[in-house]
């Protein structure tokens, strides 16, 4: 009796990381092959955000409300689960950071696609780090991937729509 085939784990991937911003805005043509070129591709992608910190300024004299004065806004930390990664680009990022943090900051992207393949949503990032790398819990009986999470803190997000995604 022959074991099944066990899924390609790539096949449910529907984002990837790339460390190049520009790839959010590839034309069709040239999106579809991402996947294949990508640093990385992840199951899950969580810490699309951010807030904005705000001050409570109460004036003397206006007793009936409390101004809300903005300080600054931060961005959550991006983690990307369930992972396969092609080469030793994501895992030199990380390492790099280790050594020398100022020059590992890296620029990339985040592309979302649709199930047929194709491009619907993308997030740009901007001065991120490799912050955390946790690797998988290795098992010979289970389809394991080469990365279960990876962290990246990074200082601006902003997302590109699905019609710019798909712009020829």
């Known amino acids: 009796?022959?074991?099944p085939a066990r899924p390609e784990p790539l096949t449910k991937h529907r984002f990837v990381v790339t460390l190049?911003?520009?790839d959010a805005y590839l034309p069709p043509a040239q999106a579809v092959l991402l996947p294949m070129l990508a640093a990385g591709a992840f199951q899950e992608v969580t810490g699309l955000g951010g807030q904005l910190d705000v001050t409570a300024y109460a004036e003397g004299g206006q007793n009936d409300?409390?101004?809300?004065?903005?300080v600054r806004y931060?961005?959550?930390?991006l983690t990307l689960k369930a992972g396969v990664v092609r080469g030793s680009v994501l895992w030199s990022w990380y390492v790099a950071g280790m050594a020398d943090s100022l020059g590992a900051r890296r620029d990339g992207a985040i592309v979302l696609f649709d199930p047929a393949g194709k491009p619907a949503a993308a997030w740009a990032f901007r001065g991120g780090l490799a912050a955390r790398w946790t690797g998988p819990d290795l098992n010979a009986e289970q389809n394991a991937v080469a990365v279960e999470a990876l962290e990246i803190a990074h200082e601006g997000l902003t997302q590109v729509g699905a019609d710019a995604v798909l712009r020829a």
């Open 20 to 22: 190049d911003p520009g």
């Open 1 to 3: 009796m022959t074991a």
């Open 74 to 77: 931060s961005w959550n930390r």
């Open 65 to 70: 409300t409390v101004h809300q004065l903005p």
